[in-house]
């Protein structure tokens, strides 16, 4: 039984420069912590990644560059072990179509989405075992999902479907990092790991930002993408104050005027300057994330082809001047 995917399939990758291993390992670490974890993998390989129990679902995350080489290949699998079931996540499903996918051994093949031969690539799949689907993330971006949740534990083939004494579907290419974890990621936090592993940021930074109690001064970026229609711009902005409160808001212009511990650098006429909300709260290691949702009534500003100009607020009393700080500016033209 062949069945397609239910997400959607017409979708072109191209190369990306500047992957980073270290970035992506820094972001995975102030994140949901992996039950398994691996870097620099010379595959295939059979490894035991631990027992998963799957009872909140289930991630596996995968910073490789590989090709198309054979009828098919293997991100990672298992069979005949007595664990899990049965399953193997592809990075090209049988035979010769070019697709990511997954297989349930004995039953069925699922084509997910068109794979990214011979580029660094960030490939997630999320594994609900509830709802028996999996949803595949490539670059951040959800792309398709298929009627079935794999469950790959224990002893398993990296870069290879292991089973026992065969090597099955082998990977041609690079695995640069493997994170698996016992649980289902958000979309904002594969979104974060992705862009930490390409070195992806959006928009153009402008205006001086100033030191803090942290040390450096604060510097805001965006990650995700200016469409208005995808809704999911992430601004980020760091290193300040660990664990204080802080807002991000917005603008129609470009200003620089001292203003608290640093400049102000978004300006506009009354009402023009719009908050983001939720208020977000620095981590441990003084980093201010939030998610950016366009959809408020007070985003009227927020259309294709609007130049935006984002600044991040925050509480630094460990300063001992005047209480707060901010961050410099980044400029973002919205698309559709």
């Not at 995350?61 to 899990?84: P, R, V």
């Not at 935006?308 to 033209?333: C, H, I, K, Y």
């Amino acid at each position: 039984m062949k069945i397609l995917c239910t997400g959607t399939c017409l979708i072109a990758f191209s190369a990306i420069a500047g992957a980073d291993l270290a970035q992506w390992q820094a972001a995975v670490a102030v994140g949901t912590a992996p039950d398994y974890m691996d870097t620099n993998i010379v595959i295939p390989v059979v490894k035991n990644i631990g027992t998963m129990s799957g009872t909140q679902g289930l991630t596996y995350e995968f910073c490789i560059n590989a090709s198309n080489d054979g009828l098919s290949s293997a991100l990672l699998g298992a069979k005949n072990t007595g664990a899990g079931n049965e399953a193997a996540l592809k990075f090209e499903q049988y035979a010769d179509t070019m697709q990511f996918g997954t297989t349930q051994w004995g039953i069925a093949d699922y084509f997910m989405a068109p794979n990214t031969p011979d580029v660094d690539a960030h490939v997630v799949f999320v594994s609900d075992t509830v709802n028996n689907t999996v949803e595949l993330f490539v670059n951040g971006v959800s792309v398709a999902s298929a009627p079935f949740a794999p469950w790959i534990t224990d002893v398993v083939g990296i870069g290879e479907w292991y089973d026992p004494g065969v090597s099955v579907d082998p990977l041609t290419g690079t695995m640069h990092g493997l994170a698996i974890y016992d649980t289902m990621l958000a979309p904002a936090e594969i979104l974060e790991h992705a862009n930490a592993f390409l070195s992806v940021g959006l928009g153009t930074n402008y205006c001086a930002t100033a030191p803090n109690s942290a040390g450096a001064g604060a510097v805001i970026s965006a990650m995700g993408t200016t469409s208005v229609a995808a809704n999911n711009l992430v601004l980020d902005s760091g290193p300040m104050a660990p664990f204080e409160p802080g807002i991000f808001y917005y603008g129609p212009d470009q200003i620089q005027v001292p203003f608290g511990d640093g400049n102000r650098c978004v300006g506009g006429s009354a009402g023009s300057i719009v908050r983001v909300f939720p208020f977000a709260q620095a981590d441990g290691s003084g980093n201010l994330q939030l998610a950016f949702d366009n959809t408020g009534p007070s985003h009227v500003q927020v259309v294709p082809g609007a130049t935006l100009n984002f600044q991040a607020w925050f509480r630094d009393p460990a300063a001992a001047m005047t209480g707060f700080n901010l961050s410099n500016g980044l400029e973002v033209t919205s698309t559709p």
